[in-house]
C-alpha cells in the first residue's frame, strides 16, 4: 500500500508499505474512501514539533472495512466506516463519562498512518461507527470532516457552553474555527462572531452561520469583541489555533462568568496564574472526545443538515500529498481532501 511518510520538516514522501492487517483481535482494518491533512500536521512540518525518524501521516480517515479481528462485533466486512483520530474502548469509566480521548486504553487510531490506501485500526468496536449504509458520494468529505475537525469544533463549542441566547466568539479561522462556527449555529447561539482576515474565509465563516466577522487579532480583537456585547465579552469563546498570541486573546475576549473552550492543540503557550485567576472564566478543553459526538453527528450529514464538507476546498490523489501539505502550510488551502484511488 502507499502511505504519506514525513521524513524531516518541510518533507512528505508517498512511500510504499506492507498493507496492514490485524494484529490483535479487537482490530479493524479499512480501506480509506478518503483522508486529508490536518492543522496539527502542519506542526512537525513547521519544524515546531520535533519529529523523531519518518512518521507515516494522518489521523482522519473513512473507509469501507475489509477485516475485522475475532473479538470485533460491532463493524463488518463492507461496512463504511468513520472513527476519531483516538481509538478509545468506550467502555470504561471515563469513556463512558464522555472523555474517550483521554480512554483508559487510549492510543492512536491510525498507528500506521492514515493518509494512506489502508489502514489499521485498533478498538475497532469502540472507535468505528458505521454509516447507515454506503453514502452518496457527496457525502464523503463531510463524513471526513466528521472524523476530527467537525468534532474538534463541536467540542469546542460544547466546552464553551454554546446555547440559545449566548454570544459567541471564534478564534481562528482554519477548519476547526470554522466548523466551530457551524456548531454554534447548530447549537442555537444568538450571535456569532467569526475572527478572519481572509476574505475567502470570511465568506465561508457566514456561511457556516457567522453573524459578525472581526478582522483584529491580539488586544484589538478582544477590544472589537467587547465593542460588539456592551464592553462585557462573549458568553462563550472557542480558542481554535493553540498559540500564546489566540490563547490570551480567546481568554480576554471571555466575559466574567463565561466559559473558554480551547481545542487548538496548544504548543508553547503559558497561562499567567493571575489573568486566569481575573478572568473569572471557566476553562475546558483538550484533545475532543469526538467519538461521543460521532453518532449525532454522522447523523446530521446524513439527514443532509449540516455540510462540514464545505472546509474542503481543494482535493487531490494520494501520491501529491506533498503539495496538499504545501498548499496548508501556505495557507492557500483551509483543508485538502485525499483520495487514495484519486
Ligand atoms: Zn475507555
Not at 148 to 177: H, M, N, Q, R, S
Request: aromatic share 4%.
Amino acid at each position: 500500500m502507499r502511505v504519506a511518510v514525513m521524513t524531516a520538516p518541510g518533507r512528505v514522501e508517498v512511500e510504499e508499505r506492507p498493507d496492514p492487517g490485524i494484529e490483535k483481535p479487537t482490530d479493524a482494518v479499512i480501506r480509506l474512501a478518503a483522508t486529508c491533512v490536518c492543522g496539527s500536521d502542519l506542526w512537525p512540518y513547521r519544524g515546531i514539533e520535533p519529529l523523531d525518524g519518518p512518521r507515516p501521516m494522518g489521523h482522519e480517515y473513512v473507509g469501507v472495512v475489509e477485516e475485522v479481528g475475532g473479538e470485533v462485533t460491532t463493524v463488518s466486512p463492507g461496512d463504511f466506516v468513520v472513527g476519531s483520530f483516538f481509538a478509545s474502548d468506550n467502555t470504561c469509566e471515563i469513556c463512558r463519562a464522555g472523555y474517550q480521548s483521554s480512554c483508559v486504553r487510549r492510543e492512536a487510531a491510525a498507528p500506521g498512518g492514515a493518509q494512506a490506501d489502508l489502514m489499521r485500526v485498533p478498538l475497532a468496536d469502540g472507535t468505528l461507527i458505521a454509516t447507515p449504509g454506503v453514502p452518496e458520494p457527496d457525502l464523503v468529505p463531510s463524513l471526513l470532516a466528521a472524523s476530527d475537525v467537525l468534532g474538534t469544533g463541536w467540542f469546542g463549542a460544547v466546552a464553551a457552553e454554546v446555547g440559545p441566547g449566548k454570544t459567541v466568539a471564534v478564534v481562528g479561522d482554519g477548519a476547526v474555527g470554522l466548523l466551530a462556527v457551524l456548531a454554534a449555529r447548530e447549537l442555537g447561539a444568538e450571535r456569532i462572531i467569526a475572527m478572519s482576515r481572509t476574505p475567502a474565509r470570511q465568506a465561508l465563516a457566514r456561511e457556516l452561520g457567522a453573524t459578525d466577522v472581526l478582522t483584529e487579532r491580539g488586544d484589538e480583537g478582544v477590544a472589537a469583541v467587547k465593542d460588539l456585547t456592551d464592553g462585557l465579552g462573549a458568553h462563550s469563546v472557542v480558542e481554535a489555533v493553540g498559540t500564546q498570541e489566540s490563547m490570551m486573546q480567546a481568554l480576554r475576549a471571555t466575559r466574567p462568568g463565561g466559559h473558554m473552550g480551547f481545542v487548538g492543540v496548544a504548543h508553547e503557550v503559558s497561562l499567567s496564574g493571575m489573568d486566569v485567576f481575573f478572568s473569572h472564566a471557566h476553562l475546558h478543553g483538550g484533545p475532543a472526545p469526538v467519538r461521543q459526538y460521532l453518532p449525532d453527528l454522522v447523523r446530521r450529514i446524513w439527514e443532509r443538515r449540516i455540510d462540514p464538507g464545505r472546509v474542503f476546498d481543494l482535493e487531490l490523489p494520494l501520491e501529491r500529498a506533498a503539495d496538499a501539505y504545501r498548499a496548508m502550510d501556505e495557507r492557500k488551502s483551509v483543508k485538502v481532501l485525499l483520495r487514495p484511488r484519486g
